[in-house]
T-cell receptor, first 112, second 113 residues
């Protein structure tokens, strides 16, 4: 049984470009969460989605960031016009809605 | 005051020692408590999951929750070098099954061979 899958594992972008991060939840999980982790910092909640719905986006920056979880396919975290401060590890987690969240390996975004 | 406080360490202990990791929190609504282990450049891995106060044991790991003191602990017995990692406490509120989880910053643990 495959765990949470994220791709790419590493992503390099220049300032002003767009970054697209993908997350495929565990089989049977319909809840997806995105977190950001900066060096020496804890995991910061960004957004919680269920299929085709954003449930809680209270941790998302108001501009340039968006997320979706379509009926078919992976969840996508999109960052437009990236800046150096967006460099971080972005983790996706999935759950069956019972608080236990299982994390993917993360995508490490580097903005040059 | 932050919702969840966790000493970042690093904490270095000799192999075979008992390790004690802990977190304090301020939100009395938290009812679900978790410990995650994160190896360098990897995703967090769920270690222990407890509900409300009490103890839970799984192999060499024991999780304790003291809601009256708003204090949770993770004990590791017979520590091994492979236990060297960052340990994150996490918690969420009762009754909100889909409530977001609040994480501590993590404690870096080094087990010295």
């Amino acid at each position: 049984n495959a765990g949470v899958m994220q791709n790419p594992r590493h992503l390099v972008r220049r300032r002003g470009q767009e970054a697209r991060l993908r997350c495929s939840p565990m089989k049977g999980h319909s809840h997806v969460y995105w977190y950001r982790q900066l060096p020496e910092e804890g995991l910061k909640f960004m957004v919680y989605l269920q299929k085709e719905n954003i449930i809680d986006e209270s941790g998302m920056p108001k501009e340039r960031f968006s997320a979706e979880f379509p009926k078919e396919g992976p969840s996508i975290l999109r960052i437009q016009q990236v800046v150096r401060g967006d460099s971080a590890a972005y983790f996706c987690a999935s759950s069956a809605g019972l608080n236990e969240q299982f994390f993917g390996p993360g995508t490490r975004l580097t903005v040059l | 005051q932050k919702e969840v406080e966790q000493d970042p360490g690093p904490l270095s202990v000799p192999e075979g020692a008992i390790v004690s990791l802990n977190c304090t929190y301020s939100n009395s609504a938290f009812q679900y408590f978790m410990w995650y282990r994160q190896y360098s450049r990897k995703g967090p891995e769920l270690l222990m999951y407890t509900y409300s106060s009490g103890n839970k044991e799984d192999g060499r790991f024991t999780a304790q929750v003291d809601k009256s003191s708003k204090y949770i602990s993770l004990f590791i017995r017979d520590s091994q070098p492979s236990d060297s990692a960052t340990y994150l406490c996490a918690m969420s509120a009762l009754g909100a099954r889909d409530d977001k989880i609040i994480f501590g910053k993590g404690t870096r643990l080094h087990i010295l061979p």
